[in-house]
Protein backbone atom coordinates (compact mmCIF):
# COMPACT_ATOMS: atom_id res chain seq x y z
CA UNK A 1 0.00 0.00 0.00
CA UNK A 2 2.42 2.38 0.82
CA UNK A 3 6.30 2.31 0.95
CA UNK A 4 8.25 1.46 3.86
CA UNK A 5 10.65 4.45 5.17
CA UNK A 6 12.37 2.82 7.79
CA UNK A 7 13.42 -0.83 8.65
CA UNK A 8 14.69 -2.15 11.22
CA UNK A 9 16.00 -5.98 10.80
CA UNK A 10 16.50 -8.33 13.63
CA UNK A 11 17.62 -5.54 15.85
CA UNK A 12 19.82 -6.21 19.30
CA UNK A 13 21.02 -4.40 22.01
CA UNK A 14 23.62 -5.45 24.70
CA UNK A 15 24.28 -3.37 27.36
CA UNK A 16 27.74 -4.34 29.22
CA UNK A 17 31.55 -5.07 29.10
CA UNK A 18 31.06 -7.07 26.01
CA UNK A 19 28.49 -7.23 24.31
CA UNK A 20 29.62 -8.69 20.67
CA UNK A 21 30.83 -12.06 22.58
CA UNK A 22 27.28 -12.27 23.95
CA UNK A 23 25.35 -11.39 20.81
CA UNK A 24 26.22 -14.94 19.38
CA UNK A 25 24.34 -16.30 23.05
CA UNK A 26 21.18 -14.64 22.85
CA UNK A 27 20.90 -15.62 18.78
CA UNK A 28 21.12 -19.20 20.26
CA UNK A 29 18.06 -18.30 22.38
CA UNK A 30 19.95 -17.37 26.06
CA UNK A 31 17.42 -15.53 27.97
CA UNK A 32 16.93 -12.05 29.08
CA UNK A 33 17.19 -13.22 32.90
CA UNK A 34 19.93 -15.75 32.45
CA UNK A 35 21.91 -12.77 30.61
CA UNK A 36 21.61 -11.34 33.42
CA UNK A 37 22.55 -14.23 35.84
CA UNK A 38 24.96 -15.55 34.34
CA UNK A 39 27.52 -13.10 32.37
CA UNK A 40 26.00 -9.44 33.88
CA UNK A 41 24.78 -8.51 30.64
CA UNK A 42 21.73 -6.47 30.04
CA UNK A 43 19.22 -7.52 26.78
CA UNK A 44 18.02 -4.18 25.97
CA UNK A 45 16.69 -4.82 22.55
CA UNK A 46 15.96 -8.97 21.65
CA UNK A 47 15.60 -9.54 17.93
CA UNK A 48 13.46 -6.66 17.14
CA UNK A 49 12.22 -5.88 13.31
CA UNK A 50 9.65 -3.39 12.13
CA UNK A 51 8.91 -1.91 8.99
CA UNK A 52 7.69 1.68 9.25
CA UNK A 53 5.42 2.94 6.26
CA UNK A 54 6.00 6.23 5.05
CA UNK A 55 3.78 9.22 5.73
CA UNK A 56 1.66 7.31 8.56
CA UNK A 57 1.95 7.22 12.60
CA UNK A 58 3.84 4.61 13.54
CA UNK A 59 3.38 4.02 17.51
CA UNK A 60 6.00 1.51 19.65
CA UNK A 61 4.07 0.99 22.99
CA UNK A 62 5.52 -0.78 26.36
CA UNK A 63 5.69 -0.01 29.44
CA UNK A 64 8.83 1.42 31.15
CA UNK A 65 11.90 -1.11 30.91
CA UNK A 66 10.55 -2.16 27.58
CA UNK A 67 13.49 -1.00 25.68
CA UNK A 68 11.15 1.55 23.42
CA UNK A 69 13.10 4.64 23.95
CA UNK A 70 16.57 2.58 23.34
CA UNK A 71 14.86 1.47 20.07
CA UNK A 72 13.54 4.80 19.01
CA UNK A 73 17.51 5.91 19.67
CA UNK A 74 18.76 3.63 17.52
CA UNK A 75 16.72 4.70 14.26
CA UNK A 76 18.95 7.66 13.72
CA UNK A 77 21.99 5.99 16.12
CA UNK A 78 21.75 7.86 19.33
CA UNK A 79 22.31 4.39 20.68
CA UNK A 80 24.82 2.11 18.56
CA UNK A 81 23.30 -1.27 18.07
CA UNK A 82 24.88 -4.46 18.83
CA UNK A 83 23.19 -6.51 16.47
CA UNK A 84 20.99 -6.06 13.14
CA UNK A 85 20.48 -3.71 9.91
CA UNK A 86 18.61 -0.28 9.99
CA UNK A 87 17.54 1.26 6.33
CA UNK A 88 16.30 4.62 6.20
CA UNK A 89 15.19 4.89 2.11
CA UNK A 90 16.73 1.90 1.51
CA UNK A 91 19.83 3.06 3.32
CA UNK A 92 22.53 1.17 5.73
CA UNK A 93 22.21 4.04 8.62
CA UNK A 94 24.67 1.48 10.52
CA UNK A 95 27.69 1.93 7.29
CA UNK A 96 26.89 5.75 7.92
CA UNK A 97 30.27 7.86 8.56
CA UNK A 98 30.06 10.24 10.89
CA UNK A 99 30.06 12.87 8.97
CA UNK A 100 26.62 11.53 6.57
CA UNK A 101 24.86 10.40 10.22
CA UNK A 102 25.27 14.11 10.88
CA UNK A 103 23.77 15.09 7.79
CA UNK A 104 21.21 12.83 8.06
CA UNK A 105 20.22 14.16 11.80
CA UNK A 106 20.34 17.37 10.44
CA UNK A 107 17.92 16.65 7.23
CA UNK A 108 16.02 13.72 7.51
CA UNK A 109 15.29 13.09 10.88
CA UNK A 110 14.16 14.91 13.79
CA UNK A 111 13.31 14.26 17.38
CA UNK A 112 10.58 15.41 20.19
CA UNK A 113 12.38 14.12 23.70
CA UNK A 114 10.46 13.47 27.00
CA UNK A 115 12.06 15.96 28.84
CA UNK A 116 11.82 18.52 26.62
CA UNK A 117 15.32 18.64 25.68
CA UNK A 118 15.38 22.15 25.34
CA UNK A 119 18.31 24.39 25.59
CA UNK A 120 17.47 27.01 28.71
CA UNK A 121 19.99 29.91 27.38
CA UNK A 122 18.11 30.28 23.95
CA UNK A 123 14.66 32.14 23.61
CA UNK A 124 11.98 30.52 22.52
CA UNK A 125 13.02 31.62 18.81
CA UNK A 126 16.14 30.58 18.76
CA UNK A 127 15.14 27.29 19.68
CA UNK A 128 13.15 26.46 17.35
CA UNK A 129 15.53 28.10 14.84
CA UNK A 130 18.10 25.70 16.78
CA UNK A 131 18.23 22.64 14.18
CA UNK A 132 18.22 25.61 11.11
CA UNK A 133 21.49 26.92 12.68
CA UNK A 134 23.10 23.72 12.82
CA UNK A 135 22.67 23.58 9.34
CA UNK A 136 23.90 26.70 8.72
CA UNK A 137 20.98 28.50 6.94
CA UNK A 138 21.30 32.02 7.10
CA UNK A 139 20.00 33.70 10.32
CA UNK A 140 16.98 35.95 8.88
CA UNK A 141 15.83 32.85 7.07
CA UNK A 142 16.28 30.76 10.01
CA UNK A 143 14.38 33.59 12.01
CA UNK A 144 11.34 33.44 9.43
CA UNK A 145 11.36 29.61 9.36
CA UNK A 146 10.97 29.60 13.32
CA UNK A 147 8.82 32.46 13.51
CA UNK A 148 6.05 30.22 11.15
CA UNK A 149 6.34 27.10 13.27
CA UNK A 150 5.96 29.34 16.35
CA UNK A 151 2.80 30.23 15.01
CA UNK A 152 1.72 26.74 14.17
CA UNK A 153 1.95 25.28 17.35
CA UNK A 154 -0.19 28.47 18.79
CA UNK A 155 3.14 30.65 20.85
CA UNK A 156 2.93 33.51 19.01
CA UNK A 157 4.24 36.30 20.41
CA UNK A 158 6.27 33.85 22.95
CA UNK A 159 9.47 34.77 20.41
CA UNK A 160 11.46 36.14 23.25
CA UNK A 161 10.73 34.25 26.11
CA UNK A 162 13.10 31.93 27.95
CA UNK A 163 12.08 27.94 28.13
CA UNK A 164 11.92 28.41 31.82
CA UNK A 165 9.48 30.83 31.81
CA UNK A 166 7.10 28.62 29.83
CA UNK A 167 4.70 25.97 31.04
CA UNK A 168 5.54 22.11 30.48
CA UNK A 169 2.76 22.41 27.68
CA UNK A 170 4.43 24.97 26.19
CA UNK A 171 7.80 24.10 26.67
CA UNK A 172 6.82 20.90 24.54
CA UNK A 173 5.46 22.57 22.04
CA UNK A 174 8.59 24.47 21.53
CA UNK A 175 9.87 20.98 21.31
CA UNK A 176 7.37 19.74 18.11
CA UNK A 177 8.04 23.68 16.64
CA UNK A 178 12.39 23.04 16.92
CA UNK A 179 11.82 19.02 15.55
CA UNK A 180 9.00 20.47 12.55
CA UNK A 181 11.27 23.97 11.61
CA UNK A 182 14.13 21.30 9.96
CA UNK A 183 11.36 20.04 7.41
CA UNK A 184 12.66 16.57 8.35
CA UNK A 185 10.64 13.90 6.66
CA UNK A 186 11.11 11.60 9.70
CA UNK A 187 9.63 12.58 13.26
CA UNK A 188 10.66 10.69 16.36
CA UNK A 189 8.63 10.73 19.04
CA UNK A 190 9.91 9.62 22.50
CA UNK A 191 7.41 10.03 25.16
CA UNK A 192 6.81 13.63 23.62
CA UNK A 193 3.92 13.75 25.85
CA UNK A 194 4.20 11.68 29.06
CA UNK A 195 5.43 14.89 31.09
CA UNK A 196 2.15 16.68 30.50
CA UNK A 197 -1.06 16.45 32.20
CA UNK A 198 -4.05 14.60 30.94
CA UNK A 199 -5.96 17.63 29.55
CA UNK A 200 -2.89 19.09 27.81
CA UNK A 201 -1.73 15.64 26.69
CA UNK A 202 -5.30 15.49 24.80
CA UNK A 203 -4.72 18.85 23.35
CA UNK A 204 -0.92 18.16 22.23
CA UNK A 205 -2.24 14.80 20.72
CA UNK A 206 -4.68 16.79 18.76
CA UNK A 207 -1.98 19.23 17.33
CA UNK A 208 0.14 16.73 16.23
CA UNK A 209 -3.09 15.06 14.40
CA UNK A 210 -4.15 18.24 13.16
CA UNK A 211 -0.24 19.15 11.66
CA UNK A 212 0.04 15.52 10.29
CA UNK A 213 -3.13 16.00 8.19
CA UNK A 214 -1.30 18.27 6.37
CA UNK A 215 2.58 17.42 6.36
CA UNK A 216 2.04 13.61 5.98
CA UNK A 217 5.81 13.07 8.19
CA UNK A 218 6.58 9.36 8.91
CA UNK A 219 6.18 9.75 12.65
CA UNK A 220 7.79 6.95 14.97
CA UNK A 221 5.95 7.89 17.90
CA UNK A 222 7.12 6.27 21.72
CA UNK A 223 3.94 6.26 24.59
CA UNK A 224 3.48 4.09 27.48
CA UNK A 225 -0.10 5.03 27.56
CA UNK A 226 -2.46 3.10 25.57
CA UNK A 227 -5.29 5.21 25.34
CA UNK A 228 -2.64 7.49 23.33
CA UNK A 229 -0.93 4.98 21.07
CA UNK A 230 -4.58 3.77 20.23
CA UNK A 231 -5.56 7.54 19.24
CA UNK A 232 -2.46 8.20 17.49
CA UNK A 233 -1.40 4.80 16.06
CA UNK A 234 -2.26 3.66 12.45
CA UNK A 235 0.32 1.04 13.41
CA UNK A 236 0.84 0.10 16.78
CA UNK A 237 3.61 -2.28 18.00
CA UNK A 238 3.88 -3.61 21.55
CA UNK A 239 7.31 -4.36 23.25
CA UNK A 240 8.12 -5.92 26.21
CA UNK A 241 11.83 -6.87 27.48
CA UNK A 242 13.04 -6.07 24.58
CA UNK A 243 11.09 -8.24 22.28
CA UNK A 244 8.23 -7.25 19.77
CA UNK A 245 5.09 -8.86 20.78
CA UNK A 246 2.45 -7.41 18.54
CA UNK A 247 2.42 -5.43 15.81
CA UNK A 248 -1.16 -4.40 13.79
CA UNK A 249 -3.45 -1.55 14.17
CA UNK A 250 -5.78 -0.62 16.84
CA UNK A 251 -8.84 -2.72 15.75
CA UNK A 252 -6.06 -5.68 15.96
CA UNK A 253 -4.59 -4.51 19.02
CA UNK A 254 -8.11 -4.53 21.00
CA UNK A 255 -10.05 -7.27 19.10
CA UNK A 256 -7.08 -9.88 18.63
CA UNK A 257 -4.74 -9.07 21.82
CA UNK A 258 -1.70 -11.57 21.16
CA UNK A 259 -1.17 -13.11 24.38
CA UNK A 260 -2.57 -12.18 28.37
CA UNK A 261 -0.16 -9.31 28.51
CA UNK A 262 -1.67 -7.15 26.00
CA UNK A 263 -5.33 -8.24 26.65
CA UNK A 264 -4.75 -7.10 30.99
CA UNK A 265 -3.78 -3.77 28.79
CA UNK A 266 -6.43 -3.41 26.73
CA UNK A 267 -8.76 -4.72 29.37
CA UNK A 268 -9.40 -1.00 30.71
CA UNK A 269 -10.03 1.10 27.33
CA UNK A 270 -13.24 2.36 26.41
CA UNK A 271 -13.81 -0.44 23.33
CA UNK A 272 -16.86 2.08 22.38
CA UNK A 273 -14.56 4.75 21.39
CA UNK A 274 -12.05 1.96 19.31
CA UNK A 275 -13.51 -0.54 17.81
CA UNK A 276 -14.65 0.39 14.26
CA UNK A 277 -17.15 -1.13 12.16
CA UNK A 278 -14.92 -2.25 9.31
CA UNK A 279 -13.10 -5.03 12.25
CA UNK A 280 -16.48 -7.10 13.10
CA UNK A 281 -17.94 -6.93 8.97
CA UNK A 282 -18.99 -9.96 8.18
CA UNK A 283 -18.78 -10.66 4.35
CA UNK A 284 -22.15 -10.56 2.69
CA UNK A 285 -22.75 -10.80 -0.95
CA UNK A 286 -25.35 -7.85 -1.34
CA UNK A 287 -26.90 -5.77 1.71
CA UNK A 288 -30.05 -3.68 0.86
CA UNK A 289 -30.54 -1.44 3.92
CA UNK A 290 -28.97 1.29 5.88
CA UNK A 291 -25.08 1.47 5.56
CA UNK A 292 -22.47 3.00 7.84
CA UNK A 293 -18.95 3.82 7.23
CA UNK A 294 -15.96 1.37 7.91
CA UNK A 295 -14.49 3.87 10.29
CA UNK A 296 -17.43 4.73 12.39
CA UNK A 297 -16.71 3.61 16.10
CA UNK A 298 -19.25 1.51 17.71
CA UNK A 299 -20.25 4.15 20.18
CA UNK A 300 -21.72 6.86 17.41
CA UNK A 301 -23.12 3.12 15.43
CA UNK A 302 -25.06 1.12 18.32
CA UNK A 303 -28.40 3.61 17.93
CA UNK A 304 -28.51 3.56 14.07
CA UNK A 305 -27.82 -0.34 14.79
CA UNK A 306 -30.81 -0.48 17.09
CA UNK A 307 -32.66 1.40 15.02
CA UNK A 308 -32.32 -0.69 11.75
CA UNK A 309 -34.45 -3.36 10.15
CA UNK A 310 -33.23 -6.65 11.98
CA UNK A 311 -31.08 -4.99 13.83
CA UNK A 312 -28.36 -5.09 11.35
CA UNK A 313 -26.75 -2.71 9.11
CA UNK A 314 -24.54 -2.43 5.97
CA UNK A 315 -20.54 -1.77 6.34
CA UNK A 316 -18.87 0.62 3.34
CA UNK A 317 -16.00 2.12 3.03
CA UNK A 318 -14.90 5.49 1.70
CA UNK A 319 -15.61 4.93 -1.79
CA UNK A 320 -19.24 3.00 -1.01
CA UNK A 321 -18.05 -0.15 -1.84
CA UNK A 322 -20.02 -2.59 0.19
CA UNK A 323 -17.20 -4.79 3.31
CA UNK A 324 -19.91 -6.44 4.76
CA UNK A 325 -22.55 -6.50 7.56
CA UNK A 326 -23.16 -5.94 11.46
CA UNK A 327 -25.77 -6.85 13.53
CA UNK A 328 -26.47 -5.27 16.79
CA UNK A 329 -25.45 -8.87 18.44
CA UNK A 330 -21.95 -8.32 17.01
CA UNK A 331 -21.32 -5.12 18.37
CA UNK A 332 -22.26 -5.62 21.94
CA UNK A 333 -19.94 -8.98 21.92
CA UNK A 334 -17.46 -7.12 20.52
CA UNK A 335 -17.45 -4.55 22.89
CA UNK A 336 -17.39 -7.02 25.81
CA UNK A 337 -14.42 -8.72 24.73
CA UNK B 1 67.48 -1.02 69.52
CA UNK B 2 69.01 2.06 67.97
CA UNK B 3 67.45 0.88 64.47
CA UNK B 4 64.12 1.20 65.99
CA UNK B 5 64.61 4.81 67.43
CA UNK B 6 65.92 5.98 64.39
CA UNK B 7 64.55 5.60 60.88
CA UNK B 8 67.15 4.09 58.61
CA UNK B 9 67.55 6.89 56.33
CA UNK B 10 70.10 7.44 53.21
CA UNK B 11 73.35 8.67 54.32
CA UNK B 12 74.54 12.19 54.53
CA UNK B 13 76.83 11.63 51.39
CA UNK B 14 74.45 10.44 49.14
CA UNK B 15 71.88 12.60 49.95
CA UNK B 16 73.84 15.79 49.47
CA UNK B 17 75.11 14.35 46.39
CA UNK B 18 71.56 13.81 45.02
CA UNK B 19 70.50 16.82 45.39
CA UNK B 20 73.78 18.38 44.29
CA UNK B 21 72.85 16.22 41.32
CA UNK B 22 69.82 18.36 40.75
CA UNK B 23 70.97 21.59 41.26
CA UNK B 24 73.42 21.22 39.27
CA UNK B 25 71.26 19.70 36.23
CA UNK B 26 68.36 22.33 37.28
CA UNK B 27 71.36 25.27 36.83
CA UNK B 28 72.70 23.19 33.61
CA UNK B 29 68.98 23.07 32.02
CA UNK B 30 68.09 27.27 33.23
CA UNK B 31 71.84 28.43 31.55
CA UNK B 32 70.88 26.66 28.27
CA UNK B 33 67.10 27.47 28.49
CA UNK B 34 66.85 30.54 30.40
CA UNK B 35 67.17 33.45 27.63
CA UNK B 36 64.85 31.11 25.58
CA UNK B 37 62.35 31.34 28.21
CA UNK B 38 62.77 35.52 28.40
CA UNK B 39 62.56 35.43 25.04
CA UNK B 40 59.22 33.77 25.24
CA UNK B 41 57.99 35.98 27.95
CA UNK B 42 58.82 38.62 26.56
CA UNK B 43 55.74 39.89 24.83
CA UNK B 44 53.87 39.67 28.19
CA UNK B 45 56.63 41.44 30.02
CA UNK B 46 55.73 44.17 26.91
CA UNK B 47 52.48 44.01 27.49
CA UNK B 48 52.53 44.41 31.43
CA UNK B 49 54.58 47.46 31.53
CA UNK B 50 52.56 49.10 29.21
CA UNK B 51 49.53 48.36 30.88
CA UNK B 52 51.23 49.82 33.77
CA UNK B 53 52.33 52.73 32.31
CA UNK B 54 48.93 53.26 30.92
CA UNK B 55 47.92 53.60 34.51
CA UNK B 56 49.91 55.57 35.83
CA UNK B 57 49.87 58.19 32.98
CA UNK B 58 45.98 58.39 32.93
CA UNK B 59 44.68 61.84 35.24
CA UNK B 60 43.24 60.14 38.30
CA UNK B 61 40.15 61.39 37.17
CA UNK B 62 39.53 59.47 34.00
CA UNK B 63 40.49 56.24 36.08
CA UNK B 64 38.08 56.83 38.44
CA UNK B 65 35.48 56.97 35.77
CA UNK B 66 36.94 53.71 34.22
CA UNK B 67 36.63 52.41 37.61
CA UNK B 68 33.20 53.18 38.29
CA UNK B 69 31.86 52.52 34.80
CA UNK B 70 33.19 49.05 34.72
CA UNK B 71 31.53 48.44 38.28
CA UNK B 72 28.39 49.68 36.63
CA UNK B 73 28.42 47.44 33.51
CA UNK B 74 29.09 44.48 35.48
CA UNK B 75 26.95 44.38 38.51
CA UNK B 76 24.34 47.24 37.67
CA UNK B 77 23.95 48.19 41.59
CA UNK B 78 24.57 51.81 42.13
CA UNK B 79 25.70 50.74 45.59
CA UNK B 80 28.92 48.31 44.30
CA UNK B 81 29.56 51.30 41.73
CA UNK B 82 30.05 53.80 44.49
CA UNK B 83 31.37 51.66 46.80
CA UNK B 84 33.91 50.86 44.24
CA UNK B 85 34.59 54.21 43.27
CA UNK B 86 34.49 55.86 46.87
CA UNK B 87 37.55 53.11 47.63
CA UNK B 88 39.53 54.16 45.13
CA UNK B 89 38.83 57.84 46.37
CA UNK B 90 40.12 57.07 49.99
CA UNK B 91 43.12 54.89 48.54
CA UNK B 92 43.90 58.24 46.63
CA UNK B 93 43.45 60.31 49.54
CA UNK B 94 46.41 58.15 51.51
CA UNK B 95 48.82 58.33 48.75
CA UNK B 96 48.57 54.41 47.41
CA UNK B 97 47.25 55.55 43.86
CA UNK B 98 50.18 54.36 42.21
CA UNK B 99 51.28 51.25 43.74
CA UNK B 100 47.47 50.39 43.53
CA UNK B 101 47.84 51.09 40.04
CA UNK B 102 51.00 49.01 39.48
CA UNK B 103 49.03 45.84 41.39
CA UNK B 104 46.04 45.89 39.28
CA UNK B 105 48.08 46.49 36.43
CA UNK B 106 49.87 42.58 37.17
CA UNK B 107 46.40 41.33 38.81
CA UNK B 108 44.84 42.48 35.11
CA UNK B 109 47.58 40.59 33.29
CA UNK B 110 47.44 37.88 35.64
CA UNK B 111 43.66 36.86 35.41
CA UNK B 112 44.16 37.31 31.66
CA UNK B 113 46.76 34.50 31.24
CA UNK B 114 44.59 32.30 33.65
CA UNK B 115 41.69 32.87 31.39
CA UNK B 116 43.45 31.83 27.89
CA UNK B 117 45.45 29.15 29.56
CA UNK B 118 42.50 27.66 32.33
CA UNK B 119 39.70 27.67 30.53
CA UNK B 120 41.36 25.68 27.58
CA UNK B 121 42.55 23.02 29.90
CA UNK B 122 39.43 22.66 31.85
CA UNK B 123 37.50 22.02 28.40
CA UNK B 124 40.58 19.51 27.62
CA UNK B 125 39.35 18.08 30.51
CA UNK B 126 36.10 17.65 30.64
CA UNK B 127 36.45 15.84 27.47
CA UNK B 128 38.09 12.41 28.96
CA UNK B 129 38.21 10.83 32.43
CA UNK B 130 41.58 10.07 31.81
CA UNK B 131 42.68 13.59 31.20
CA UNK B 132 40.91 14.75 34.06
CA UNK B 133 43.00 11.88 36.19
CA UNK B 134 46.00 13.01 35.10
CA UNK B 135 45.63 17.53 35.64
CA UNK B 136 43.65 17.11 38.71
CA UNK B 137 46.75 15.66 40.67
CA UNK B 138 48.74 18.62 39.20
CA UNK B 139 46.04 21.30 40.51
CA UNK B 140 46.35 20.06 43.40
CA UNK B 141 49.65 20.46 43.92
CA UNK B 142 49.77 24.14 42.42
CA UNK B 143 47.32 24.74 44.97
CA UNK B 144 49.19 23.25 48.38
CA UNK B 145 52.31 23.29 47.74
CA UNK B 146 54.20 26.59 50.10
CA UNK B 147 54.72 29.36 46.75
CA UNK B 148 57.91 29.90 48.45
CA UNK B 149 59.10 26.44 47.14
CA UNK B 150 57.88 27.38 43.50
CA UNK B 151 59.59 30.42 43.60
CA UNK B 152 63.20 29.07 44.14
CA UNK B 153 62.97 27.48 40.14
CA UNK B 154 61.39 30.50 38.49
CA UNK B 155 64.00 32.66 40.04
CA UNK B 156 66.74 30.34 39.36
CA UNK B 157 65.31 30.53 35.45
CA UNK B 158 64.11 33.60 35.17
CA UNK B 159 65.45 36.13 37.87
CA UNK B 160 63.76 38.70 39.64
CA UNK B 161 61.12 40.65 38.36
CA UNK B 162 57.95 41.33 36.93
CA UNK B 163 57.71 38.00 34.80
CA UNK B 164 58.88 35.46 37.55
CA UNK B 165 56.19 37.32 39.72
CA UNK B 166 54.01 37.22 37.05
CA UNK B 167 54.33 33.55 36.87
CA UNK B 168 54.34 32.58 40.57
CA UNK B 169 51.22 34.58 40.70
CA UNK B 170 49.39 32.47 37.75
CA UNK B 171 50.97 28.92 39.46
CA UNK B 172 48.90 30.03 42.26
CA UNK B 173 45.71 31.29 40.92
CA UNK B 174 45.26 28.83 37.93
CA UNK B 175 43.36 26.00 39.13
CA UNK B 176 40.27 27.68 40.22
CA UNK B 177 39.25 28.33 36.95
CA UNK B 178 40.44 25.03 35.26
CA UNK B 179 38.50 23.41 37.69
CA UNK B 180 35.07 25.35 37.26
CA UNK B 181 35.74 25.34 33.74
CA UNK B 182 35.75 21.44 33.64
CA UNK B 183 33.08 21.04 36.50
CA UNK B 184 30.72 23.60 34.54
CA UNK B 185 30.98 21.61 31.05
CA UNK B 186 30.51 18.07 33.09
CA UNK B 187 27.30 19.48 34.75
CA UNK B 188 25.23 20.38 31.25
CA UNK B 189 22.40 18.78 31.30
CA UNK B 190 22.42 15.39 29.25
CA UNK B 191 19.24 15.59 27.76
CA UNK B 192 20.24 19.03 26.22
CA UNK B 193 23.35 17.94 24.70
CA UNK B 194 21.47 14.52 23.61
CA UNK B 195 18.86 16.88 21.46
CA UNK B 196 22.10 18.74 20.33
CA UNK B 197 23.01 15.50 18.82
CA UNK B 198 20.09 14.36 17.57
CA UNK B 199 19.62 17.80 15.68
CA UNK B 200 23.10 16.89 13.93
CA UNK B 201 25.41 19.40 15.90
CA UNK B 202 28.62 18.61 15.32
CA UNK B 203 31.45 18.49 18.42
CA UNK B 204 32.48 21.96 17.97
CA UNK B 205 28.98 23.29 17.94
CA UNK B 206 28.22 21.29 20.91
CA UNK B 207 30.90 22.91 22.48
CA UNK B 208 30.53 26.31 21.57
CA UNK B 209 26.78 26.36 21.07
CA UNK B 210 25.85 24.82 24.42
CA UNK B 211 28.73 23.34 26.39
CA UNK B 212 30.35 26.22 26.88
CA UNK B 213 27.19 29.13 27.71
CA UNK B 214 25.76 26.59 30.25
CA UNK B 215 28.60 26.18 31.72
CA UNK B 216 29.32 30.17 31.85
CA UNK B 217 28.25 31.10 35.37
CA UNK B 218 30.45 27.91 36.95
CA UNK B 219 33.32 29.34 35.06
CA UNK B 220 32.71 33.28 35.97
CA UNK B 221 32.73 31.47 38.98
CA UNK B 222 35.82 30.50 38.58
CA UNK B 223 37.18 33.86 37.28
CA UNK B 224 36.17 35.45 40.98
CA UNK B 225 38.60 32.40 42.28
CA UNK B 226 40.70 33.15 40.41
CA UNK B 227 41.14 36.86 40.77
CA UNK B 228 40.99 36.44 44.44
CA UNK B 229 43.67 33.56 44.87
CA UNK B 230 45.90 36.53 42.55
CA UNK B 231 45.32 39.42 45.17
CA UNK B 232 46.38 37.06 47.60
CA UNK B 233 49.95 36.49 46.74
CA UNK B 234 50.71 40.38 46.08
CA UNK B 235 52.56 40.10 49.02
CA UNK B 236 54.62 37.09 48.31
CA UNK B 237 55.30 38.54 44.22
CA UNK B 238 56.82 41.87 46.28
CA UNK B 239 59.30 39.40 47.55
CA UNK B 240 60.64 38.63 43.54
CA UNK B 241 60.67 42.84 42.72
CA UNK B 242 56.93 43.41 41.65
CA UNK B 243 55.64 46.37 42.32
CA UNK B 244 52.49 47.17 43.84
CA UNK B 245 50.76 47.32 47.27
CA UNK B 246 52.67 44.47 48.27
CA UNK B 247 56.25 46.19 48.62
CA UNK B 248 55.10 48.68 51.26
CA UNK B 249 53.36 45.62 53.22
CA UNK B 250 56.85 43.74 53.09
CA UNK B 251 58.56 46.76 54.42
CA UNK B 252 55.92 46.89 56.90
CA UNK B 253 57.27 43.38 57.94
CA UNK B 254 60.54 43.79 58.08
CA UNK B 255 60.19 46.91 60.15
CA UNK B 256 57.15 46.41 62.27
CA UNK B 257 55.35 49.89 60.95
CA UNK B 258 51.52 48.92 61.89
CA UNK B 259 49.95 51.70 60.32
CA UNK B 260 51.81 51.42 56.90
CA UNK B 261 51.13 47.32 56.85
CA UNK B 262 47.61 48.41 57.88
CA UNK B 263 46.83 51.03 55.34
CA UNK B 264 48.40 49.02 51.96
CA UNK B 265 46.68 45.67 53.77
CA UNK B 266 43.39 47.19 53.74
CA UNK B 267 43.63 48.62 50.34
CA UNK B 268 44.30 45.07 48.59
CA UNK B 269 41.64 43.73 50.67
CA UNK B 270 39.37 46.71 49.21
CA UNK B 271 40.40 45.97 45.97
CA UNK B 272 39.63 41.97 46.33
CA UNK B 273 36.11 43.40 47.68
CA UNK B 274 35.48 45.24 44.29
CA UNK B 275 36.51 42.71 42.47
CA UNK B 276 34.51 39.75 44.13
CA UNK B 277 31.46 41.92 44.21
CA UNK B 278 31.26 43.34 40.24
CA UNK B 279 32.29 39.69 38.84
CA UNK B 280 29.33 37.97 41.36
CA UNK B 281 26.83 40.15 40.33
CA UNK B 282 27.88 39.76 36.74
CA UNK B 283 27.80 35.90 37.44
CA UNK B 284 24.63 35.96 38.21
CA UNK B 285 23.29 38.03 35.83
CA UNK B 286 24.59 35.63 33.68
CA UNK B 287 21.67 32.92 34.65
CA UNK B 288 18.93 35.02 34.39
CA UNK B 289 17.25 32.76 32.02
CA UNK B 290 17.18 30.34 34.82
CA UNK B 291 15.01 32.49 36.70
CA UNK B 292 11.93 30.79 35.30
CA UNK B 293 8.19 31.69 36.61
CA UNK B 294 4.93 30.30 35.66
CA UNK B 295 6.10 26.68 35.80
CA UNK B 296 4.05 23.82 36.69
Not at chain 1, 110 to 121: A, C, D, E, N, R
Not at chain 1, 129 to 140: E, F, K, S, T
Not at chain 2, 204 to 223: C, D, S, T
Not at chain 2, 238 to 267: D, E, F, T
Amino acid sequence: MTETKVSIKNLYKIFGKSPEKMLPLVQKGLSKSDLLDQHNHVLGIDNVSLEIPEKQIQVVMGLSGSGKSTLIRHINRLIEPTGGEILIDGEDVLAMSETQLRELRRKKTSMVFQKFGLLPHRRIGENVAYGLNIQGVPDDEATKRARHWIDRVGLTGYEDHYPGQLSGGMQQRVGLARALATDAEILLMDEAFSALDPLIRFDMQSILLELQEELHKTIIFITHDLDEALRLGENIAILRDGSMIQQGDAQEIVLKPADDYIADFTKDINRAKVIQLRALAKPVAIFDGPTLRGATVLDEALSPLAQAPDQTVGVVNRAGELLGAVTLTDAIEALHG
Amino acid sequence: MEFLLEFPALGRRTLSGMKQAVDETFKAFSRTYGEALENFFDPLLQFLIWLEKLLLAAPWPIILLIVGGLSWLGSRSWKVTIGAVAAFVVIGIFDMWEDTMATLAIISVATLVCIVVGIPLGVLMSRSDRTQGIITPILDVMQTIPSFVYLIPVVMLLGIGKVPGLLAVCIYALPPIVRLTNLGIRLVDKDVLEAADAFGASPRQKLLGVQVPLALPNIFAGINQTIMMALSMVVIASMIGVKGLGVPVLRAISNQYLALGLMNGLAIVALAIIFDRVTQSYGKRLQAYRQGHGND
